[in-house]
T-cell receptor, first 111, second 116 residues
Framework: QQQVKQSPQSLIVQKGGISIINCAYE??????FPWYQQFPGKGPALLIA?????SEKKEGRFTISFNKSAKQFSLHIMDSQPGDSATYFC??????????FGKGTMLLVSP | GAVVSQHPSWVICKSGTSVKIECRSL??????MFWYRQFPKQSLMLMAT?????????EQGVEKDKFLINHASLTLSTLTVTSAHPEDSSFYIC????????????FGEGSRLTVL
């Protein structure tokens, strides 16, 4: 049973465009929803995270939208740049437990 | 931000040998560290949860005698791949959470293991 479903599997966006990645979760006890960025051969790095008491969080060009009733959250990358090309993982956790990851989205931003 | 360091970043070994990977939290204490395995173009798979001063908790399907985990202090956890075989070749990543905190996990840079 996959607890966090992520889509799309891959995404191509033109430079300056908006990249949107979606995730849906099943466990209503999850209380922390981060997005990680991973470059080839590197460990994941935290991009932005949200807790269920807010519906949106923005940090620079990155925004998380959170819909508690629908059990969905998404990452929006505004003004996408070639340097944003990476694999993005959504995740969720509860309390002190580890993260449950989505399967990842490979983003390619074309120049 | 908090830093997690992994060493070595890559290692090549012969089949049948054992390899140790270290995971250190450099500027914080971590009661719990997590070890993941990642195959090319796939997500991170949790292997085990490492608790300081106690035995690790392994995920279903992960051989505890094959992947030995030791969490000797609040800043160091080690993963030893024993009697490595080519199918153990993978990218191993550790993560840690600041002691007492929930939520954010800090990840190491990963260790690429290639078994010949």
């Amino acid at each position: 049973q996959q607890q966090v479903k992520q889509s799309p599997q891959s995404l191509i966006v033109q430079k300056g465009g908006i990249s949107i990645i979606n995730c849906a979760y099943e466990n209503t006890a999850f209380d922390y929803f981060p997005w990680y960025q991973q470059f080839p051969g590197k460990g994941p790095a935290l991009l932005i995270a949200i807790r269920p008491d807010v519906s949106e969080k923005k940090e620079g060009r990155f925004t998380i939208s959170f819909n508690k009733s629908a059990k969905q959250f998404s990452l929006h990358i505004m003004d996408s740049q070639p340097g944003d090309s990476a694999t993005y993982f959504c995740a969720a956790s509860r309390g002190y437990s580890t993260l449950t990851f989505g399967k990842g989205t490979m983003l390619l931003v074309s120049p | 931000g908090a830093v997690v360091s992994q060493h070595p970043s890559w290692v090549i070994c012969k089949s049948g040998t054992s390899v140790k990977i270290e995971c250190r939290s450099l500027d914080f204490q971590a009661t719990t560290m997590f070890w993941y395995r990642q195959f090319p173009k796939q997500s991170l798979m949790l292997m085990a949860t490492s608790n300081e001063g106690s035995k690790a908790t392994y995920e279903q399907g992960v051989e505890k005698d094959k992947f030995l985990i030791n969490h000797a202090s609040l800043t160091l956890s080690t993963l030893t791949v024993t009697s490595a075989h080519p199918e153990d070749s993978s990218f191993y990543i550790c993560s840690a959470r600041i002691r007492g905190n929930t939520g954010e996990l800090f990840f190491g840079e990963g260790s690429r293991l290639t078994v010949l």
